[in-house]
Nanobody, 124 residues
Framework: QVQLVESGGGLVQAGGSLRLSCAAS????????MGWFRQAPGKEREFVAA????????YYADSVKGRFTISRDNAKNTVYLQMNSLKPEDTAVYYC?????????????????WGQGTQVTVSS
């Protein structure tokens, strides 16, 4: 059974940094794409970043490009989201997700597995 467990959220001031982690278990993720999404209060869930587990290719939403970095540690079966220069508009619940196949997709409906989410709050 696939499990995705996020951690690392919290409260930070604008301009600060946080690193989110997503520990993946239950299968070999070599042929998966891992994604990060977020959902702010009253808004729809939106794509943040994705990484192809094999090869490490990445894809970012324009709103976070240059500030956020997605990476993975094969030995730990963990995906990270390093978030720098945080803004109040980055406040949201952040979710880790997984989809089988090579396509770096921003479409949440193509992701089959989801974590429970971790809250990130950026104060101004």
């Amino acid at each position: 059974q696939v499990q995705l467990v996020e951690s690392g959220g919290g409260l930070v001031q604008a301009g600060g940094s946080l690193r989110l982690s997503c520990a993946a278990s239950g299968r070999t993720f070599r042929r998966y794409v891992m994604g990060w999404f977020r959902q702010a209060p009253g808004k729809e869930r939106e794509f943040v970043a994705a990484i192809r587990w094999s090869g490490g290719n990445t894809y970012y939403a324009d709103s976070v490009k240059g500030r956020f970095t997605i990476s993975r540690d094969n030995a730990k079966n963990t995906v990270y989201l390093q978030m720098n220069s945080l803004k109040p508009e980055d406040t949201a619940v952040y979710y880790c997700a997984a989809t089988y196949g090579p396509r770096l997709t921003p479409n949440e409906y193509e992701y089959n597995y989801w974590g429970q989410g971790t809250q990130v709050t950026v104060s101004s």
